[in-house]
C-alpha cells in the first residue's frame, strides 16, 4: 500500500513540500548576508517552520553556516541561552568542536557539555543559572549571541542565527527584554539574523513606533498559501498515490483554510477514506471533518471548559453569527451582556489564541477550524440551534477566513 501523499505535523520536505518559492528565497537570502535583519511573521500552522528550514539547507549547501534556535519551550532566559548554545553545536559543524569547548570562555559563565543521541556534544549553562534574577539571564543570553558574532568574524564565515518563535522573549521583562535583545543584534555585524513568530498581534506591537523593533528588520509576512495552487496540489498529490478526487483540493481549502497545516490534516484524513474506493468525494471531505473534530474531543472540550461563560457564548456567536459579536442582535442573541462585555471577550479569545480578527471586516473569526466545528456540533445546540460541523458562516465561508 502507497503511503499517504500528505504529511502533518513537523517539519516537511521533499515532496510534501510546495509553493513558498519566494518565502524561502528571502529568508535564504539573509541567512547567507552577514548583517541582515529580516523578520518572518505570521499565523500559526502556515509553513514558516518548514519553510525555515527549506532555507537552511539551501545555504548550508553553499557552505554557509547556521545555527537555529527555538524559544517556543523556554521558561527562562537562560532556556532561551541553552536553545542556542545546542544550536551553535549542530549548526557550526563537528569540525568546530575545538572551538565549542572555548565557548565557556567566550560566554565568560560555566558551561557543562554533554552529549546528544547522535554523539553530539552540546553545551549549556549550568542549572543554577535558571534561578537569577532577569538581568543577569538575560545578560547571559547576550553573552551567548556575542560569543557567535565573534566565532564568525574570527573564522571569516558566514553565520546567520535563526530565532523561532523569538516573540517568547518578551515573557522575560516585557519591554525591557525587547530593547536587551536590540541592543546585541545591532552591534553584531558579523552574523545574519532571522527572527521569526506565530503571535502576529504580539509582534505588531513589538514593531511599533516606540517599541525596540521599529524599523530594525525587514519584514516577511508569511500569509497563507494561494488557494488555487494548494487544491490543485492536494488533486495531484492524490492521484499520485491512486485516488482521483476533482474538485476535493477547492473544498478542503474552504472547509479548513486558510491554514496550511489544517487543509494537509483534512486532504489526509479524505485521502485515507477515499482510498478504498480510489476516489474522494465532497462527502469523504465531510466526514473527514467530523472525524478530525471527534478525534480531537478531548483536547477541545478542556480549552472550553478553561472559558468564562461570556466567552463561550462568543464563540457560539461566531460559530453561528453572520454579523459582528457588538451588534445589538447578536448581543442579545447569545447573551453577551453589553457592547463593552462583548468586545472585551473578543479581545482576551484572541490572547487565548482561540479566536483571530477577521480579514475582511472587524469581527472575529476561529483560529482552528476543528474548534469551530465542535461549537457547532456540541455547543450551539444548547440553544436550539443545530447545523453541520463544516457549516460556514457567510456565502463565501468569511467565518473560515483565518
Known sequence: MQPAPFRVGGVVEGPF???????????????????????????????????IQAAVRRV?????????????????????????????????GRRWRDVLAGFAERVGLHLTVRPDPTGLLLPSLELGLRRSGLEEQRDALGRTLGAINALAGEREVSVGVVLD???????????????????????????????????????????????????MFELLLFGPMEAEHLARWIEDRMGSAGVTGRGVGSRAVELAG?????????????????????????????????????????????????????????????????????????????????TGSAANAGRALVEKGVLVRSRRGAGYVFDNPFVRGWVIQNALP?????????????????NNAG
Do not use: C
Not at 527562562?76 to 549548526?91: I, K
Not at 469523504?284 to 461563560?309: K, M, N, S
Open 258 to 338: 486558510p491554514r496550511t497545516h489544517d487543509v494537509l490534516q483534512l486532504a489526509r484524513k479524505s485521502f485515507e477514506l477515499a482510498r478504498p474506493t480510489g476516489e474522494a468525494t465532497g462527502a469523504h471531505l465531510e466526514r473527514a471533518f467530523e472525524e478530525i473534530v471527534g478525534e480531537e474531543d478531548d483536547l477541545i472540550r478542556a480549552l472550553w471548559e478553561d472559558l468564562t461563560p461570556l466567552q463561550q457564548n462568543v464563540l457560539r456567536a461566531v460559530a453561528a453569527s453572520t454579523e459582528g459579536i457588538t451588534t445589538g442582535a447578536t448581543i442579545e442573541r447569545f447573551a453577551l451582556g453589553s
Open 17 to 51: 513540500f510546495t509553493d513558498r518559492a519566494e518565502e524561502v528565497r528571502r529568508i535564504a537570502g539573509a541567512l547567507r548576508s552577514p548583517g541582515d535583519r529580516l523578520l518572518v511573521y505570521g499565523p500559526r500552522r502556515m509553513g514558516k517552520t518548514s519553510a
Open 382 to 398: 444548547d440553544l436550539g440551534i443545530n447545523l453541520e460541523p463544516t457549516f460556514l458562516v457567510g456565502p463565501s465561508g468569511a
Open 165 to 215: 518563535e523569538f516573540q517568547e522573549l518578551h515573557r522575560f521583562g516585557g519591554e525591557a527584554a525587547e530593547w536587551h535583545l536590540r541592543g546585541h543584534i545591532q552591534r553584531h555585524g558579523q552574523v545574519a539574523y532571522v527572527l521569526a513568530g506565530s503571535h502576529v498581534h504580539l509582534i505588531r506591537r513589538m514593531l511599533g513606533r516606540d517599541r525596540a523593533f521599529y524599523k
Open 60 to 92: 548550508t549547501r553553499a557552505r554557509a553556516r547556521v545555527v537555529l534556535a527555538d524559544f517556543s519551550t523556554a521558561t527562562t532566559a537562560v532556556d532561551a541561552a541553552n536553545q542556542l548554545l545546542a544550536g551553535a553545536a549542530r549548526g557550526l
